[in-house]
């Protein structure tokens, strides 16, 4: 499950940065800006809870 974490962050990460960076929420997806410091950081919880489930179901089926 730790691996299907890592990369539902990367996809989300990767997926948010572009959409968000666009001024869009990307609606269902939910992307919001974060400031963080002096960096602004785009998250979407619903995209990494559905990325780190399709990661896990890919890992289990490698098995």
Do not use: H, N, Y
Not at 5 to 20: E, M, Q, S, Y
Not at 54 to 63: M, P
């Amino acid at each position: 499950m730790l691996k299907a974490l890592v990369f539902g962050a990367i996809v989300t990460g990767c997926v948010a940065l572009v959409i968000g960076s666009q001024g869009s929420s990307g609606g269902r997806l939910a992307i919001e800006a974060v400031q963080v410091g002096d960096v602004r950081l785009f998250w979407s919880w619903p995209l990494f809870f559905s990325g780190s489930g399709i990661a896990w179901g890919l890992i289990l089926l490698q098995r």
